[in-house]
Protein backbone atom coordinates (compact mmCIF):
# COMPACT_ATOMS: atom_id res chain seq x y z
CA UNK A 1 0.00 0.00 0.00
CA UNK A 2 1.25 3.10 -0.91
CA UNK A 3 0.09 7.18 0.65
CA UNK A 4 -0.34 9.96 -1.28
CA UNK A 5 -1.90 12.97 -0.44
CA UNK A 6 -5.41 12.94 -0.54
CA UNK A 7 -7.54 15.55 -3.16
CA UNK A 8 -10.95 15.06 -3.86
CA UNK A 9 -13.10 11.93 -2.66
CA UNK A 10 -14.57 8.62 -3.96
CA UNK A 11 -12.52 5.10 -4.62
CA UNK A 12 -11.41 4.24 -8.69
CA UNK A 13 -11.11 0.66 -9.36
CA UNK A 14 -8.90 -0.31 -12.88
CA UNK A 15 -6.36 -0.74 -14.85
CA UNK A 16 -3.55 1.25 -15.21
CA UNK A 17 -2.47 3.25 -17.49
CA UNK A 18 0.96 4.57 -16.99
CA UNK A 19 1.68 7.98 -18.39
CA UNK A 20 5.30 7.54 -19.21
CA UNK A 21 6.81 11.21 -21.27
CA UNK A 22 9.44 10.89 -23.50
CA UNK A 23 12.96 11.55 -22.29
CA UNK A 24 15.09 14.67 -23.90
CA UNK A 25 18.32 14.50 -25.23
CA UNK A 26 19.28 17.69 -26.99
CA UNK A 27 22.11 17.63 -29.16
CA UNK A 28 24.92 19.75 -27.97
CA UNK A 29 27.64 19.98 -30.95
CA UNK A 30 28.11 22.99 -33.37
CA UNK A 31 25.23 22.52 -36.29
CA UNK A 32 23.99 24.05 -39.51
CA UNK A 33 22.19 27.65 -38.19
CA UNK A 34 19.81 27.74 -41.59
CA UNK A 35 18.71 23.51 -41.04
CA UNK A 36 18.34 24.20 -37.46
CA UNK A 37 16.22 27.71 -37.95
CA UNK A 38 14.34 25.91 -40.36
CA UNK A 39 13.87 23.19 -37.57
CA UNK A 40 12.57 25.67 -34.95
CA UNK A 41 10.05 27.35 -36.98
CA UNK A 42 8.22 23.82 -38.61
CA UNK A 43 8.55 22.70 -34.85
CA UNK A 44 6.57 25.80 -32.88
CA UNK A 45 3.96 26.21 -35.52
CA UNK A 46 3.43 22.37 -34.67
CA UNK A 47 3.41 23.22 -31.03
CA UNK A 48 0.54 26.02 -31.64
CA UNK A 49 -1.46 23.69 -33.68
CA UNK A 50 -1.13 21.58 -31.34
CA UNK A 51 -2.30 23.69 -28.04
CA UNK A 52 -5.43 25.18 -30.09
CA UNK A 53 -6.00 21.24 -30.97
CA UNK A 54 -5.85 20.07 -27.25
CA UNK A 55 -8.22 23.47 -26.51
CA UNK A 56 -10.91 22.53 -28.79
CA UNK A 57 -11.09 19.24 -27.44
CA UNK A 58 -11.15 20.03 -23.96
CA UNK A 59 -13.79 22.65 -24.55
CA UNK A 60 -16.17 19.83 -24.65
CA UNK A 61 -15.68 19.46 -20.96
CA UNK A 62 -13.85 22.43 -19.16
CA UNK A 63 -15.80 25.31 -18.24
CA UNK A 64 -14.12 29.09 -19.67
CA UNK A 65 -11.70 29.91 -16.75
CA UNK A 66 -10.18 26.25 -17.20
CA UNK A 67 -9.39 26.90 -20.54
CA UNK A 68 -7.57 29.84 -20.02
CA UNK A 69 -4.51 27.92 -19.33
CA UNK A 70 -4.60 27.26 -22.85
CA UNK A 71 -4.79 30.63 -24.08
CA UNK A 72 -1.22 31.31 -21.22
CA UNK A 73 0.31 28.58 -23.32
CA UNK A 74 -0.76 29.69 -26.90
CA UNK A 75 0.68 33.20 -25.50
CA UNK A 76 4.14 32.12 -24.72
CA UNK A 77 4.55 29.75 -27.75
CA UNK A 78 3.76 33.06 -29.57
CA UNK A 79 5.99 35.48 -27.02
CA UNK A 80 8.49 37.34 -29.76
CA UNK A 81 11.00 37.93 -27.17
CA UNK A 82 11.29 34.04 -26.38
CA UNK A 83 11.39 33.48 -29.69
CA UNK A 84 13.96 35.58 -30.73
CA UNK A 85 16.43 34.90 -27.82
CA UNK A 86 15.82 31.05 -29.14
CA UNK A 87 16.43 32.26 -32.76
CA UNK A 88 19.95 34.08 -31.52
CA UNK A 89 20.96 31.39 -29.78
CA UNK A 90 20.62 29.27 -32.99
CA UNK A 91 22.13 31.90 -35.23
CA UNK A 92 25.25 31.69 -32.64
CA UNK A 93 26.02 27.70 -33.86
CA UNK A 94 23.22 26.34 -31.45
CA UNK A 95 21.19 23.25 -32.39
CA UNK A 96 17.25 23.85 -32.23
CA UNK A 97 16.60 21.67 -29.30
CA UNK A 98 19.77 22.99 -26.93
CA UNK A 99 18.83 26.08 -27.52
CA UNK A 100 14.98 25.98 -26.90
CA UNK A 101 16.33 24.24 -23.78
CA UNK A 102 18.84 26.60 -22.20
CA UNK A 103 16.32 29.70 -23.02
CA UNK A 104 12.92 27.79 -21.44
CA UNK A 105 15.51 26.85 -18.29
CA UNK A 106 16.59 29.91 -18.23
CA UNK A 107 12.81 31.46 -18.07
CA UNK A 108 11.70 28.91 -15.86
CA UNK A 109 14.44 28.99 -13.36
CA UNK A 110 13.61 32.87 -13.54
CA UNK A 111 10.08 32.42 -12.63
CA UNK A 112 10.50 29.45 -10.00
CA UNK A 113 12.58 31.86 -7.83
CA UNK A 114 9.69 34.72 -8.06
CA UNK A 115 7.74 35.35 -4.49
CA UNK A 116 4.88 35.43 -6.38
CA UNK A 117 2.26 32.18 -6.59
CA UNK A 118 0.58 33.43 -9.69
CA UNK A 119 4.35 33.51 -11.40
CA UNK A 120 5.50 30.29 -10.38
CA UNK A 121 2.73 29.10 -12.14
CA UNK A 122 3.72 30.89 -15.07
CA UNK A 123 6.92 28.60 -14.64
CA UNK A 124 5.03 25.33 -15.10
CA UNK A 125 3.10 27.00 -18.10
CA UNK A 126 6.58 27.32 -20.03
CA UNK A 127 7.87 23.90 -18.90
CA UNK A 128 4.46 22.26 -20.49
CA UNK A 129 4.82 24.68 -23.58
CA UNK A 130 8.78 24.10 -24.06
CA UNK A 131 8.23 20.30 -23.26
CA UNK A 132 6.13 20.25 -25.97
CA UNK A 133 8.33 22.09 -28.56
CA UNK A 134 11.40 20.38 -27.43
CA UNK A 135 9.34 17.10 -28.42
CA UNK A 136 8.34 18.82 -31.79
CA UNK A 137 11.90 19.31 -32.53
CA UNK A 138 13.08 15.88 -31.79
CA UNK A 139 10.31 14.21 -33.68
CA UNK A 140 9.47 12.53 -30.50
CA UNK A 141 5.80 11.93 -29.38
CA UNK A 142 3.83 13.04 -26.03
CA UNK A 143 1.48 10.55 -25.67
CA UNK A 144 -2.02 11.60 -25.96
CA UNK A 145 -4.34 11.34 -23.43
CA UNK A 146 -7.58 12.24 -25.53
CA UNK A 147 -7.07 8.48 -27.65
CA UNK A 148 -7.56 6.26 -24.43
CA UNK A 149 -10.77 4.56 -25.32
CA UNK A 150 -11.04 2.23 -21.95
CA UNK A 151 -11.15 2.77 -18.34
CA UNK A 152 -8.45 3.39 -16.76
CA UNK A 153 -6.51 4.57 -13.44
CA UNK A 154 -3.50 7.06 -14.77
CA UNK A 155 -0.45 6.65 -12.67
CA UNK A 156 1.87 9.79 -13.75
CA UNK A 157 5.37 11.43 -12.59
CA UNK A 158 2.85 14.78 -12.58
CA UNK A 159 0.45 15.94 -14.45
CA UNK A 160 0.76 19.37 -16.46
CA UNK A 161 -2.38 21.51 -17.35
CA UNK A 162 -2.53 20.18 -20.58
CA UNK A 163 -2.67 16.38 -19.21
CA UNK A 164 -5.06 17.32 -17.05
CA UNK A 165 -7.30 19.03 -19.39
CA UNK A 166 -7.14 16.13 -22.15
CA UNK A 167 -9.00 13.80 -19.46
CA UNK A 168 -12.01 12.43 -20.64
CA UNK A 169 -13.97 11.66 -18.13
CA UNK A 170 -16.22 8.89 -19.01
CA UNK A 171 -12.31 6.71 -19.07
CA UNK A 172 -10.28 8.31 -16.81
CA UNK A 173 -11.64 6.22 -13.33
CA UNK A 174 -9.01 8.87 -11.42
CA UNK A 175 -5.03 9.34 -11.45
CA UNK A 176 -2.27 9.68 -8.89
CA UNK A 177 0.94 11.30 -9.45
CA UNK A 178 4.53 10.84 -7.54
CA UNK A 179 4.34 15.14 -7.37
CA UNK A 180 2.01 17.48 -6.76
CA UNK A 181 0.44 18.84 -3.04
CA UNK A 182 -3.25 19.76 -2.07
CA UNK A 183 -2.97 22.99 -4.09
CA UNK A 184 -1.16 21.66 -7.30
CA UNK A 185 -2.85 22.45 -10.25
CA UNK A 186 -3.48 18.55 -10.52
CA UNK A 187 -5.42 18.38 -7.24
CA UNK A 188 -8.03 21.44 -8.59
CA UNK A 189 -8.53 19.76 -11.81
CA UNK A 190 -9.58 16.63 -10.22
CA UNK A 191 -12.25 18.42 -8.00
CA UNK A 192 -13.40 20.24 -10.90
CA UNK A 193 -13.79 17.64 -12.85
CA UNK A 194 -15.19 15.40 -9.69
CA UNK A 195 -12.90 12.11 -10.31
CA UNK A 196 -10.99 10.59 -7.85
CA UNK A 197 -6.87 11.59 -7.31
CA UNK A 198 -4.59 11.16 -5.00
CA UNK A 199 -1.28 13.02 -5.33
CA UNK A 200 2.36 13.17 -3.96
CA UNK A 201 2.38 10.02 -3.86
CA UNK A 202 6.16 8.77 -3.82
CA UNK A 203 7.07 5.81 -5.51
CA UNK A 204 3.89 4.67 -7.49
CA UNK A 205 5.38 5.06 -10.55
CA UNK A 206 8.24 2.47 -9.83
CA UNK A 207 5.63 0.18 -8.06
CA UNK A 208 3.51 -0.41 -11.36
CA UNK A 209 3.70 -1.17 -15.13
CA UNK A 210 0.80 -0.52 -17.84
CA UNK A 211 -2.13 -3.03 -17.45
CA UNK A 212 -1.80 -3.66 -13.44
CA UNK A 213 -4.76 -3.44 -11.28
CA UNK A 214 -5.00 -0.43 -9.46
CA UNK A 215 -6.97 0.87 -6.50
CA UNK A 216 -7.06 4.49 -5.31
CA UNK A 217 -8.84 6.04 -2.61
CA UNK A 218 -9.06 9.68 -3.08
CA UNK A 219 -10.46 10.43 0.38
CA UNK A 220 -7.91 9.08 2.50
CA UNK A 221 -5.19 8.97 -0.44
CA UNK A 222 -3.99 5.21 -0.49
CA UNK A 223 -3.04 3.82 -3.40
CA UNK A 224 -2.81 -0.24 -3.86
CA UNK A 225 -1.53 -1.86 -6.70
CA UNK A 226 -2.20 -5.27 -7.66
CA UNK A 227 -4.60 -5.52 -4.60
CA UNK A 228 -5.02 -9.44 -3.02
CA UNK A 229 -9.07 -10.49 -3.98
CA UNK A 230 -9.24 -9.71 0.37
CA UNK A 231 -8.60 -5.82 -1.02
CA UNK A 232 -10.49 -6.04 -3.73
CA UNK A 233 -13.38 -6.47 -2.34
CA UNK A 234 -12.76 -4.47 0.37
CA UNK A 235 -12.73 -1.45 -1.90
CA UNK A 236 -15.47 -2.71 -4.11
CA UNK A 237 -17.99 -2.38 -0.97
CA UNK A 238 -16.53 1.00 -0.47
CA UNK A 239 -16.89 2.37 -3.59
CA UNK A 240 -20.49 1.05 -4.29
CA UNK A 241 -20.88 2.44 -0.71
CA UNK A 242 -19.69 5.72 -1.79
CA UNK A 243 -21.44 5.52 -4.83
CA UNK A 244 -24.73 5.19 -3.06
CA UNK A 245 -24.21 7.55 -0.86
CA UNK A 246 -24.17 10.16 -3.10
CA UNK A 247 -27.10 8.78 -5.24
CA UNK A 248 -29.22 8.69 -1.97
CA UNK A 249 -28.21 12.36 -1.19
CA UNK A 250 -30.47 12.97 -4.14
CA UNK A 251 -33.80 12.94 -2.32
CA UNK A 252 -32.34 16.13 -0.44
CA UNK A 253 -32.40 17.93 -3.40
CA UNK A 254 -35.74 19.79 -3.27
CA UNK A 255 -35.60 19.89 0.28
CA UNK A 256 -35.09 23.23 2.87
CA UNK A 257 -32.13 22.87 4.70
CA UNK A 258 -33.72 22.57 8.30
CA UNK A 259 -32.41 21.32 11.66
CA UNK A 260 -35.09 18.53 13.11
CA UNK A 261 -36.29 21.41 15.56
CA UNK A 262 -37.23 23.62 12.75
CA UNK A 263 -34.37 25.99 12.18
CA UNK A 264 -33.86 26.74 8.74
CA UNK A 265 -30.68 28.13 7.15
CA UNK A 266 -29.78 28.46 3.22
CA UNK A 267 -27.46 26.60 1.37
CA UNK A 268 -26.06 28.51 -1.67
CA UNK A 269 -23.22 28.39 -3.92
CA UNK A 270 -20.25 29.64 -5.11
CA UNK A 271 -19.31 30.36 -8.90
CA UNK A 272 -16.99 31.44 -11.00
CA UNK A 273 -18.89 31.47 -13.90
CA UNK A 274 -22.09 31.71 -16.04
CA UNK A 275 -21.17 28.00 -17.27
CA UNK A 276 -21.46 27.01 -13.35
CA UNK A 277 -25.09 27.49 -13.15
CA UNK A 278 -25.71 23.96 -14.53
CA UNK A 279 -24.22 22.81 -11.12
CA UNK A 280 -25.72 25.10 -8.74
CA UNK A 281 -29.10 23.96 -10.28
CA UNK A 282 -28.32 19.97 -10.55
CA UNK A 283 -26.86 20.18 -7.10
CA UNK A 284 -29.83 21.64 -5.86
CA UNK A 285 -28.30 25.01 -4.16
CA UNK A 286 -31.13 27.45 -2.90
CA UNK A 287 -29.18 30.60 -4.95
CA UNK A 288 -25.51 32.04 -5.11
CA UNK A 289 -23.48 33.58 -2.03
CA UNK A 290 -20.87 34.59 -3.88
CA UNK A 291 -20.06 35.07 -7.72
CA UNK A 292 -15.68 36.06 -7.79
CA UNK A 293 -16.28 38.28 -10.80
CA UNK A 294 -12.32 38.11 -11.18
CA UNK A 295 -12.49 35.47 -13.17
CA UNK A 296 -14.49 37.76 -16.02
CA UNK A 297 -11.37 39.30 -15.94
CA UNK A 298 -8.95 37.49 -15.67
CA UNK A 299 -9.95 34.98 -18.74
CA UNK A 300 -9.69 38.25 -21.12
CA UNK A 301 -6.23 38.95 -22.58
CA UNK A 302 -5.97 42.22 -23.88
CA UNK A 303 -8.27 44.21 -21.98
CA UNK A 304 -10.89 45.44 -18.98
CA UNK A 305 -14.19 43.26 -20.09
CA UNK A 306 -16.19 45.95 -21.43
CA UNK A 307 -20.25 46.79 -20.17
CA UNK A 308 -22.21 44.81 -22.84
CA UNK A 309 -19.87 41.62 -22.28
CA UNK A 310 -20.21 41.72 -18.29
CA UNK A 311 -24.07 42.84 -18.65
CA UNK A 312 -24.24 39.68 -20.63
CA UNK A 313 -22.66 37.33 -18.19
CA UNK A 314 -24.78 38.79 -15.12
CA UNK A 315 -27.80 38.90 -17.02
CA UNK A 316 -26.99 34.78 -17.66
CA UNK A 317 -26.97 34.31 -13.99
CA UNK A 318 -29.77 35.90 -12.93
CA UNK A 319 -31.62 34.28 -14.98
CA UNK A 320 -31.09 30.90 -14.39
CA UNK A 321 -31.35 31.65 -10.79
CA UNK A 322 -35.03 32.23 -11.49
CA UNK A 323 -35.43 34.71 -8.76
CA UNK A 324 -33.45 33.20 -6.35
CA UNK A 325 -30.97 35.77 -4.72
CA UNK A 326 -27.26 36.38 -6.28
CA UNK A 327 -24.83 37.87 -4.70
CA UNK A 328 -22.36 39.15 -7.14
CA UNK A 329 -19.49 40.21 -5.05
CA UNK A 330 -17.29 43.47 -7.09
CA UNK A 331 -13.57 43.00 -8.63
CA UNK A 332 -11.22 40.86 -6.42
CA UNK A 333 -8.27 41.06 -8.11
CA UNK A 334 -4.79 41.99 -6.84
CA UNK A 335 -2.97 40.09 -4.16
CA UNK A 336 -2.21 36.30 -6.03
CA UNK A 337 -5.02 37.09 -8.59
CA UNK A 338 -3.29 39.44 -11.49
CA UNK A 339 -4.19 40.80 -15.28
CA UNK A 340 -2.33 40.40 -18.28
CA UNK A 341 -3.49 43.99 -19.07
CA UNK A 342 -3.26 45.96 -15.91
CA UNK A 343 0.50 46.13 -14.04
CA UNK A 344 0.52 45.87 -11.01
CA UNK A 345 2.84 47.99 -9.21
CA UNK A 346 5.62 46.00 -7.22
CA UNK A 347 4.77 46.10 -3.24
CA UNK A 348 6.50 44.01 -0.91
CA UNK A 349 3.08 42.78 0.33
CA UNK A 350 0.55 42.25 -2.34
CA UNK A 351 -1.75 40.68 -0.03
CA UNK A 352 -1.96 43.12 1.92
CA UNK A 353 -1.81 46.09 -0.58
CA UNK A 354 -3.29 47.59 -3.29
CA UNK A 355 -5.98 45.08 -4.07
CA UNK A 356 -9.95 44.83 -4.89
CA UNK A 357 -12.55 47.33 -3.31
CA UNK A 358 -9.20 49.70 -2.82
CA UNK A 359 -8.26 49.39 -6.09
CA UNK A 360 -12.00 50.06 -7.31
CA UNK A 361 -12.23 53.06 -5.31
CA UNK A 362 -9.27 54.69 -6.82
CA UNK A 363 -9.90 53.76 -10.34
CA UNK A 364 -13.45 54.52 -10.95
CA UNK A 365 -13.16 54.39 -14.49
CA UNK A 366 -12.94 50.48 -13.89
CA UNK A 367 -15.56 50.21 -11.01
CA UNK A 368 -17.87 52.39 -13.39
CA UNK A 369 -18.47 49.96 -15.95
CA UNK A 370 -18.91 46.95 -13.73
CA UNK A 371 -21.50 48.70 -11.91
CA UNK A 372 -23.40 49.54 -14.14
CA UNK A 373 -23.33 46.66 -16.00
CA UNK A 374 -24.67 45.05 -13.09
CA UNK A 375 -27.34 47.76 -12.41
CA UNK A 376 -28.31 47.11 -16.18
CA UNK A 377 -28.28 43.77 -15.36
CA UNK A 378 -30.64 43.83 -12.19
CA UNK A 379 -33.84 43.80 -13.47
CA UNK A 380 -33.65 40.29 -15.04
CA UNK A 381 -33.42 38.46 -11.52
CA UNK A 382 -32.83 39.12 -7.61
CA UNK A 383 -29.15 40.44 -7.54
CA UNK A 384 -27.37 41.38 -4.31
CA UNK A 385 -24.21 43.45 -4.54
CA UNK A 386 -21.01 42.63 -1.95
CA UNK A 387 -17.46 44.55 -2.22
CA UNK A 388 -14.58 42.52 -0.99
CA UNK A 389 -12.05 43.38 1.43
CA UNK A 390 -13.80 46.67 3.10
CA UNK A 391 -11.48 46.99 6.16
CA UNK A 392 -13.46 50.44 7.25
CA UNK A 393 -16.97 52.26 7.34
CA UNK A 394 -15.56 54.74 5.17
CA UNK A 395 -14.48 52.18 2.46
CA UNK A 396 -18.16 50.47 2.74
CA UNK A 397 -19.93 53.81 2.46
CA UNK A 398 -17.97 55.62 -0.51
CA UNK A 399 -18.78 52.38 -2.35
CA UNK A 400 -23.05 52.17 -1.92
CA UNK A 401 -23.00 56.00 -2.56
CA UNK A 402 -21.06 55.06 -6.14
CA UNK A 403 -23.84 52.07 -6.29
CA UNK A 404 -26.42 55.04 -5.42
CA UNK A 405 -25.13 57.67 -8.31
CA UNK A 406 -24.38 55.01 -11.19
CA UNK A 407 -28.02 54.03 -10.63
CA UNK A 408 -29.60 57.73 -10.31
CA UNK A 409 -26.78 58.25 -13.74
CA UNK A 410 -28.82 55.16 -15.58
CA UNK A 411 -31.97 56.24 -14.85
CA UNK A 412 -31.23 59.29 -15.71
CA UNK A 413 -30.64 57.90 -19.26
CA UNK A 414 -33.79 56.15 -19.05
CA UNK A 415 -32.18 52.92 -18.41
CA UNK A 416 -34.46 50.42 -15.61
CA UNK A 417 -32.59 48.93 -12.65
CA UNK A 418 -34.54 47.15 -9.96
CA UNK A 419 -35.84 48.84 -6.85
CA UNK A 420 -34.55 46.24 -4.46
CA UNK A 421 -31.35 45.50 -4.67
CA UNK A 422 -29.14 44.01 -1.01
CA UNK A 423 -25.87 45.84 -1.02
CA UNK A 424 -23.70 44.24 1.07
CA UNK A 425 -19.60 43.54 2.44
CA UNK A 426 -17.54 40.59 3.05
CA UNK A 427 -15.89 40.31 5.97
CA UNK A 428 -12.55 39.06 5.69
CA UNK A 429 -10.55 41.76 7.65
CA UNK A 430 -10.25 41.07 11.43
CA UNK A 431 -11.19 44.99 12.13
CA UNK A 432 -14.07 44.18 10.23
CA UNK A 433 -15.25 41.31 12.25
CA UNK A 434 -14.53 43.20 15.55
CA UNK A 435 -16.55 46.57 14.77
CA UNK A 436 -19.29 43.87 12.69
CA UNK A 437 -22.23 45.81 14.71
CA UNK A 438 -21.27 49.29 13.21
CA UNK A 439 -21.08 48.29 9.61
CA UNK A 440 -24.33 46.19 10.13
CA UNK A 441 -26.10 49.92 10.46
CA UNK A 442 -25.45 50.53 6.79
CA UNK A 443 -24.77 47.16 5.31
CA UNK A 444 -27.73 45.15 4.24
CA UNK A 445 -25.74 41.78 4.90
CA UNK A 446 -22.54 40.29 5.97
CA UNK A 447 -20.72 37.66 4.26
CA UNK A 448 -17.47 35.98 5.95
CA UNK A 449 -14.09 35.01 3.89
CA UNK A 450 -12.98 32.33 5.90
CA UNK A 451 -9.94 32.24 3.89
CA UNK A 452 -8.53 35.59 4.17
CA UNK A 453 -9.81 36.50 7.45
CA UNK A 454 -8.10 33.20 9.05
CA UNK A 455 -5.22 34.59 6.97
CA UNK A 456 -4.94 37.70 8.34
CA UNK A 457 -5.47 36.60 11.65
CA UNK A 458 -2.90 34.31 11.82
CA UNK A 459 -0.73 36.07 10.30
CA UNK A 460 -0.59 32.94 8.22
CA UNK A 461 0.06 33.61 3.81
CA UNK A 462 -2.72 31.17 2.60
CA UNK A 463 -0.70 30.20 -0.62
CA UNK A 464 2.20 29.18 1.83
CA UNK A 465 3.07 24.93 2.57
CA UNK A 466 5.47 25.98 5.30
CA UNK A 467 2.34 27.92 7.38
CA UNK A 468 -0.52 25.68 6.35
CA UNK A 469 -0.87 24.49 9.78
CA UNK A 470 -2.33 27.48 10.98
CA UNK A 471 -5.21 27.34 8.72
CA UNK A 472 -7.17 26.59 11.63
CA UNK A 473 -11.20 27.65 11.18
CA UNK A 474 -12.09 25.97 14.20
CA UNK A 475 -9.73 27.91 16.17
CA UNK A 476 -12.10 29.83 19.42
CA UNK A 477 -10.01 32.87 17.88
CA UNK A 478 -11.82 32.55 14.66
CA UNK A 479 -15.19 30.88 16.15
CA UNK A 480 -15.15 34.57 17.93
CA UNK A 481 -15.02 36.92 15.04
CA UNK A 482 -17.63 34.57 13.25
CA UNK A 483 -19.70 35.15 16.59
CA UNK A 484 -18.65 38.95 16.63
CA UNK A 485 -19.50 39.10 12.65
CA UNK A 486 -23.08 37.19 12.89
CA UNK A 487 -24.43 38.60 16.03
CA UNK A 488 -23.20 42.46 14.88
CA UNK A 489 -25.73 41.83 11.52
CA UNK A 490 -28.37 40.56 13.78
CA UNK A 491 -28.22 43.12 16.32
CA UNK A 492 -29.26 45.47 13.14
CA UNK A 493 -31.84 43.05 11.48
CA UNK A 494 -29.05 41.96 9.12
CA UNK A 495 -28.50 38.27 7.67
CA UNK A 496 -25.04 36.67 7.67
CA UNK A 497 -23.61 34.56 5.32
CA UNK A 498 -20.81 33.09 4.94
CA UNK A 499 -18.15 32.32 1.79
CA UNK A 500 -14.87 30.88 2.62
CA UNK A 501 -13.88 27.23 2.70
CA UNK A 502 -14.56 26.83 5.92
CA UNK A 503 -18.57 27.45 4.67
CA UNK A 504 -18.53 23.68 3.19
CA UNK A 505 -16.59 21.76 6.06
CA UNK A 506 -18.34 19.46 7.16
CA UNK A 507 -16.64 19.06 10.65
CA UNK A 508 -17.87 23.59 10.65
CA UNK A 509 -20.86 22.85 9.88
CA UNK A 510 -22.48 22.50 13.53
CA UNK A 511 -20.72 25.00 14.97
CA UNK A 512 -21.49 27.49 12.31
CA UNK A 513 -25.10 26.56 12.62
CA UNK A 514 -24.96 27.31 16.74
CA UNK A 515 -23.64 30.11 16.00
CA UNK A 516 -26.58 31.57 14.23
CA UNK A 517 -24.56 31.60 10.42
CA UNK A 518 -28.02 32.47 8.61
CA UNK A 519 -26.50 31.30 4.81
CA UNK A 520 -23.48 29.06 3.79
CA UNK A 521 -22.11 29.21 0.79
CA UNK A 522 -19.69 26.84 -0.78
CA UNK A 523 -18.56 24.58 -3.87
CA UNK A 524 -22.13 23.37 -5.50
CA UNK A 525 -20.65 19.44 -4.84
CA UNK A 526 -21.00 20.53 -0.99
CA UNK A 527 -24.57 21.20 -0.84
CA UNK A 528 -26.27 18.33 -0.57
CA UNK A 529 -23.55 16.45 1.75
CA UNK A 530 -23.75 19.91 3.78
CA UNK A 531 -28.08 19.57 3.68
CA UNK A 532 -27.44 16.02 5.09
CA UNK A 533 -25.58 17.19 8.18
CA UNK A 534 -27.93 20.20 8.56
CA UNK A 535 -31.36 18.49 8.64
CA UNK A 536 -29.83 15.60 10.96
CA UNK A 537 -28.88 18.09 14.26
CA UNK A 538 -30.93 19.95 16.57
CA UNK A 539 -30.67 23.49 16.51
CA UNK A 540 -30.93 24.03 20.38
CA UNK A 541 -28.20 21.45 20.89
CA UNK A 542 -25.51 23.30 18.32
CA UNK A 543 -26.16 26.89 19.87
CA UNK A 544 -24.63 24.94 23.66
CA UNK A 545 -22.09 23.43 21.60
CA UNK A 546 -20.93 26.57 19.95
CA UNK A 547 -21.10 28.37 23.45
CA UNK A 548 -18.56 25.64 24.66
CA UNK A 549 -16.46 26.10 21.85
CA UNK A 550 -16.34 30.00 22.08
CA UNK A 551 -14.49 29.31 25.66
CA UNK A 552 -11.95 26.33 24.12
CA UNK A 553 -8.44 27.05 24.30
CA UNK A 554 -7.09 25.53 21.21
CA UNK A 555 -8.55 24.32 17.94
CA UNK A 556 -8.03 20.44 18.93
CA UNK A 557 -10.49 20.96 21.79
CA UNK A 558 -13.69 22.25 19.34
CA UNK A 559 -12.78 19.31 17.24
CA UNK A 560 -13.34 16.92 20.09
CA UNK A 561 -16.47 18.97 21.48
CA UNK A 562 -17.93 18.64 18.02
CA UNK A 563 -16.68 14.67 17.17
CA UNK A 564 -18.04 14.21 20.54
CA UNK A 565 -21.47 15.24 19.36
CA UNK A 566 -22.25 13.61 16.40
C1 LIG B 1 -12.45 34.41 1.22
O1 LIG B 1 -11.49 35.16 1.37
O2 LIG B 1 -12.83 33.60 2.09
C2 LIG B 1 -13.20 34.41 -0.05
C3 LIG B 1 -14.34 33.78 -0.18
O3 LIG B 1 -12.67 35.09 -1.08
P1 LIG B 1 -11.45 34.58 -1.98
O4 LIG B 1 -11.17 33.15 -1.61
O5 LIG B 1 -11.90 34.76 -3.37
O6 LIG B 1 -10.35 35.51 -1.55
MG1 LIG C 1 -11.11 36.81 -0.02
Known amino acids: MLKGIATSSGIAIGKVYKLEQPTIVVNEGQTDSAVELQKFEDALQKTIADIEQIKERASATLKPEELAIFDAHLMMAQDPEYKDQIIGMIKDGNSADNATKQV ?39 PDLTAIDEEVVIVAEEMTPSDT ?30 IPAVVGCTGVMANCKHGDTIILDASEGIVIVNPNEEELKEYKVKRDQFLAEKEALKVLMDQPSITKDGHQVELVANIGSPKDMENVVSNGAEGVGL ?7 MESTDDFPDEEAQFEAYKVVLEKAKGQRVVVRTLDIGGDKKLPYFEFEAEMNPFLGYRAIRLCLDRKDIFKTQVRALLRASVYGKLAIMFPMIATIDEFLNGKNFVQETKEELLKEGVAVSDDIEIGMMVEIPATAILADEFAKHADFFSIGTNDLIQYSMAADRMSEKVAYLYQPLNPSILRLVKLTIDGAHSQGKWCGMCGEMAGDPQAAPVLLGLGLDEFSMSASRILPTRKIVTSLDYKQMKEMAEKAL ?16
Open 104 to 142: SDMMIGMFEAMDDAYFKERAADIKDVSFRLLCNILGLTI
Open 165 to 194: AQLNKKYALGFVTEIGGKTSHAAIMAVALG
Open 291 to 297: YRTEFLY
Open 551 to 566: KCQTEAEVKELINGLL
